[in-house]
């Protein structure tokens, strides 16, 4: 039964969806978007943006294009004209010319938890990105995208997302192609002919990862250094066999996958984006790509077929046949098409190899191999397929990404960077070389995603009953106090499990992208909790999950045993809790902390918070000015929480981070403010001028 979510209103499916319309799954380690037109270019006007990994951190997108294709043999379109080839592009450019999308709709297992910090609903920007509530499905979120196009062919694809702590990083998305002779948006059929030779193929390329890329440079942001491998040569003879959680790595996946490899401009060794100029984090560990799950060997033989796709390999990422207007003139181009779709690389750029092993050693850095300054495609093609009128295929595929852990990134990258003494490598051995530590390391994440895949095949051969956790908490609420941090919460729906554990809270640290400790452990039936060791002034950030005693998943045929808990995106806070001062009683008292703030001790100041700068003692109510030292105002900031205590993160109202010298601040009391006794402490007006120093 799907029902809408509170505060959506049930209404007809609309016939006719916009191009740029996108919807955004945001319940795991990865996110990202799916967008109407069928296929995703990352491309926001402003950064590469989606497949966000792992999504506790900013920048950690890994999207950069997917380029989707079909093309037909004999095929005669709705006005009539004949083509011994037709093709068509998945790009916004060609949506009312050959793409015709109809339906976007996520569905969504459970309402999203609503989270307060301080009062400030911080879940309500996430509100709309689901459409309806389906309690029957199984994965957490379910993305429907239908697009009609000129073919007569409908392309539709739902895509899977699990918050399940072990599947939670991966995509499950099954494409399914219907010759329905629908060319347009509406309900009349204009085509009734068996549809010849559909290959359908796509080309994605990674930028592994925006982070990365910026410490990469030199086109990483699009991935135009990024490798491109293979594995599953060998598929057909395993076809059929059970991974087992014993032996979860296996090669004969049919997958390939990217990551960022060496610009041949950088002087250092930059595999894994290490932040030379900084700490020397590992800022691209990530390493991303596709399997295949299953191809159907034809309409009517709905079995695997062991001998898809037809092409699993690499192609020069800006290399391709295009398209045009799509007019009869254009028809050489899609004969081009027709022969990148069965596996003749365009202008040769291209093959089933595996890129890096064949050319890694000759070439370090990849864009050299083909010189084009699109980067590396991951190149795949299904096909041929016939269908009559009503008949579909069905493929599967899984996308994900994996990679080191970001307490294990900083780490490494600090020993890299430091380059001194006795590394050990993942095997267990040593090294003098950092840069061969350094790059052992970040090679794991061949095997991390190929786990990642293992867990993905293994849930889709469930038909994905994998073993789930509890329902987090509907309701989380976190309030900052004078001497305390209290936290409360409404009781998981799984409460009344038998195998219903509790609940964990975490806490994180001045910044919600950082470590997150676990802080309390409580058992079913609690609903309250006060954080007694929270330090003045200084920034919090938590979340909630309810766990499981691991009874439901003692078998570990998906995933390793043990217990499951929700996920920690459902209810992590946005927004800071703070211990709160009173509120100040003299102008007198009013101090800047700290005074003078050096740019050397930042980290010394606010853990986690590097350029704050906080104003004590205040009164209740007031409005502080800032003022450079000839008196120009810069910023000014309206307390109106009744604390004693206000932020101030070295930013003009235009947010330019404010240069060394001396500052005013200017607290003016807003309005009368009286002690508990009825008393008046505060007349309004009443103000006071406090002189700081900046040190950058």
Same mark, same amino acid.
């Given at each position: 039964?799907?029902?809408?979510?509170?505060?959506?209103?049930?209404?007809?499916?609309?016939?006719?969806?916009?191009?740029?319309?996108?919807?955004?799954?945001?319940?795991?380690?990865?996110?990202?978007?799916?967008?109407?037109?069928?296929?995703?270019?990352?491309?926001?006007?402003?950064?590469?943006?989606?497949?966000?990994?792992?999504?506790?951190?900013?920048?950690?997108?890994?999207?950069?294009?997917?380029?989707?294709?079909?093309?037909?043999?004999?095929?005669?379109?709705?006005?009539?004209?004949?083509?011994?080839?037709?093709?068509?592009?998945?790009?916004? $450019?060609?949506?009312?010319?050959?793409?015709?999308?109809?339906?976007?709709?996520?569905?969504?297992?459970?309402?999203?938890?609503?989270?307060?910090?301080?009062?400030?609903?911080?879940?309500?920007?996430?509100?709309? #990105?689901?459409?309806?509530?389906?309690?029957?499905?199984?994965?957490?979120?379910?993305?429907?995208?239908?697009?009609?196009?000129?073919?007569?062919?409908?392309?539709?694809?739902?895509?899977?997302?699990?918050?399940?702590?072990?599947?939670?990083?991966?995509?499950?998305?099954?494409?399914?192609?219907?010759?329905?002779?629908?060319?347009?948006? #509406?309900?009349?059929?204009?085509?009734?002919?068996?549809?010849?030779?559909?290959?359908?193929?796509?080309?994605?390329?990674?930028?592994?990862?925006?982070?990365?890329?910026?410490?990469?440079?030199?086109?990483?942001?699009?991935?135009?250094?990024?490798?491109?491998?293979?594995?599953?040569?060998?598929?057909?003879?395993?076809?059929?066999?059970?991974?087992?959680?014993?032996?979860?790595?296996?090669?004969?996946?049919?997958?390939?996958?990217?990551?960022?490899?060496?610009?041949?401009?950088?002087?250092?060794?930059?595999?894994?984006?290490?932040?030379?100029?900084?700490?020397?984090?590992?800022?691209?560990?990530?390493?991303?790509?596709?399997?295949?799950?299953?191809?159907?060997?034809?309409?009517?033989?709905?079995?695997?077929?062991?001998?898809?796709?037809?092409?699993?390999?690499?192609?020069?990422?800006?290399?391709?046949?295009?398209?045009?207007?799509?007019?009869?003139?254009?028809?050489?181009?899609?004969?081009?098409?027709? $022969?990148?779709?069965?596996?003749?690389?365009?202008?040769?750029?291209?093959?089933?190899?595996?890129?890096?092993?064949?050319?890694?050693?000759?070439?370090?850095?990849?864009?050299?191999?083909?010189?084009?300054?699109?980067?590396?495609?991951?190149?795949?093609?299904?096909?041929?397929? #016939?269908?009559?009128?009503?008949?579909?295929?069905?493929?599967?595929?899984?996308?994900?990404?994996?990679?080191?852990?970001?307490?294990?990134?900083?780490?490494?990258?600090?020993?890299?960077?430091?380059?001194?003494?006795?590394?050990?490598?993942?095997?267990?051995?040593?090294?003098?070389?950092?840069?061969?530590?350094?790059?052992?390391?970040?090679?794991?994440?061949?095997?991390?995603?190929?786990?990642?895949?293992?867990?993905?095949?293994?849930?889709?051969?469930?038909?994905?009953?994998?073993?789930?956790?509890?329902?987090?908490?509907?309701?989380?609420?976190?309030?900052?106090?004078?001497?305390?941090?209290?936290?409360?919460?409404?009781?998981?729906?799984?409460?009344?499990?038998?195998?219903?554990?509790?609940?964990?809270?975490?806490?994180?640290?001045?910044?919600?992208?950082?470590?997150?400790?676990?802080?309390?452990?409580?058992?079913?039936?609690?609903?309250?909790?006060?954080?007694?060791?929270?330090?003045?002034?200084?920034?919090?950030?938590?979340?909630?999950?309810?766990?499981?005693?691991?009874?439901?998943?003692?078998?570990?045929?998906?995933?390793?045993?043990?217990?499951?808990?929700?996920?920690?995106?459902?209810?992590?806070?946005?927004?800071?809790?703070?211990?709160?001062?009173?509120?100040?009683?003299?102008?007198?008292?009013?101090?800047?902390?700290?005074?003078?703030?050096?740019?050397?001790?930042?980290?010394?100041?606010?853990?986690?918070?590097?350029?704050?700068?906080?104003?004590?003692?205040?009164?209740?109510?007031?409005?502080?000015?800032?003022?450079?030292?000839?008196?120009?105002?810069?910023?000014?900031?309206?307390?109106?929480?009744?604390?004693?205590?206000?932020?101030?993160?070295?930013?003009?109202?235009?947010?330019?981070?404010?240069?060394?010298?001396?500052?005013?601040?200017?607290?003016?009391?807003?309005?009368?403010?009286?002690?508990?006794?009825?008393?008046?402490?505060?007349?309004?007006?009443?103000?006071?001028?406090?002189?700081?120093?900046?040190?950058?």
């Amino acid at each position: 039964m799907l029902i809408s979510p509170v505060g959506f209103l049930s209404q007809p499916a609309e016939a006719q969806v916009a191009a740029s319309a996108k919807s955004y799954i945001r319940v795991g380690s990865l996110q990202s978007h799916i967008s109407a037109y069928g296929s995703e270019r990352a491309w926001n006007n402003a950064y590469y943006e989606g497949l966000i990994w792992p999504a506790d951190y900013p920048q950690t997108d890994n999207a950069v294009i997917k380029r989707s294709w079909i093309a037909v043999q004999d095929f005669t379109d709705a006005q009539g004209e004949s083509w011994s080839v037709f093709g068509i592009y998945f790009a916004k $450019d060609y949506v009312e010319q050959s793409l015709f999308p109809i339906e976007l709709k996520q569905t969504a297992k459970f309402p999203i938890p609503t989270v307060y910090v301080d009062g400030n609903n911080v879940s309500a920007p996430y509100s709309n #990105d689901y459409d309806e509530i389906d309690p029957d499905q199984l994965a957490d979120r379910i993305v429907t995208n239908v697009v009609n196009t000129s073919i007569g062919l409908t392309f539709t694809r739902r895509v899977h997302a699990f918050s399940q702590q072990y599947h939670d990083n991966y995509f499950i998305k099954e494409f399914i192609l219907t010759n329905t002779g629908n060319v347009d948006y #509406d309900e009349e059929i204009e085509l009734n002919a068996a549809l010849k030779g559909i290959r359908i193929g796509w080309g994605t390329r990674y930028s592994v990862s925006r982070d990365g890329a910026s410490k990469i440079g030199d086109g990483q942001s699009w991935g135009k250094h990024s490798w491109v491998t293979r594995r599953g040569e060998n598929y057909a003879d395993h076809a059929g066999e059970q991974i087992t959680a014993a032996d979860p790595i296996v090669d004969w996946i049919r997958a390939g996958f990217s990551w960022a490899g060496q610009s041949e401009r950088n002087a250092f060794d930059n595999i894994g984006g290490p932040d030379i100029a900084g700490s020397g984090r590992l800022a691209a560990p990530q390493h991303a790509g596709l399997a295949v799950l299953h191809v159907d060997r034809s309409a009517t033989d709905p079995r695997d077929d062991p001998n898809q796709p037809a092409v699993l390999g690499w192609h020069a990422g800006d290399t391709y046949p295009r398209l045009g207007n799509l007019q009869k003139s254009d028809e050489p181009r899609m004969i081009q098409l027709y $022969d990148m779709l069965s596996g003749i690389p365009f202008n040769g750029l291209g093959g089933t190899d595996r890129f890096d092993e064949t050319y890694l050693e000759s070439n370090p850095d990849p864009y050299t191999v083909h010189n084009d300054g699109g980067g590396t495609n991951l190149w795949i093609t299904y096909g041929p397929f #016939d269908l009559q009128p009503g008949e579909s295929i069905r493929i599967v595929e899984v996308e994900a990404v994996a990679g080191l852990d970001r307490v294990s990134c900083e780490l490494i990258g600090k020993n890299w960077l430091t380059g001194q003494g006795s590394f050990t490598l993942p095997d267990g051995s040593s090294t003098d070389d950092p840069d061969e530590y350094k790059n052992a390391w970040v090679y794991t994440g061949k095997d991390s995603i190929m786990l990642a895949f293992s867990r993905a095949k293994r849930n889709f051969d469930m038909n994905f009953q994998i073993p789930q956790p509890p329902l987090p908490p509907p309701l989380f609420n976190v309030e900052s106090g004078g001497d305390r941090i209290a936290l409360s919460w409404t009781e998981s729906p799984s409460e009344s499990q038998a195998d219903f554990a509790g609940y964990q809270i975490y806490r994180a640290v001045g910044k919600m992208d950082t470590t997150y400790e676990l802080l309390a452990d409580l058992p079913p039936g609690t609903t309250r909790y006060e954080d007694l060791s929270a330090a003045r002034g200084v920034a919090y950030f938590y979340y909630i999950v309810a766990y499981n005693d691991g009874s439901n998943n003692s078998e570990g045929i998906a995933n390793p045993t043990g217990p499951l808990h929700s996920s920690r995106f459902y209810t992590r806070t946005t927004e800071p809790a703070f211990l709160r001062r009173q509120a100040g009683r003299s102008l007198d008292d009013i101090r800047v902390v700290p005074n003078p703030f050096n740019i050397r001790s930042r980290e010394l100041q606010y853990p986690g918070e590097p350029d704050k700068i906080t104003f004590l003692d205040i009164p209740a109510q007031c409005r502080i000015r800032i003022f450079t030292e000839r008196g120009d105002l810069i910023h000014t900031i309206e307390h109106t929480n009744g604390s004693g205590d206000e932020t101030w993160y070295s930013v003009t109202s235009s947010r330019q981070v404010v240069v060394s010298g001396i500052y005013l601040a200017h607290i003016e009391v807003t309005q009368d403010i009286y002690d508990e006794n009825g008393a008046l402490v505060f007349a309004k007006g009443e103000s006071k001028i406090v002189k700081f120093v900046i040190i950058r």
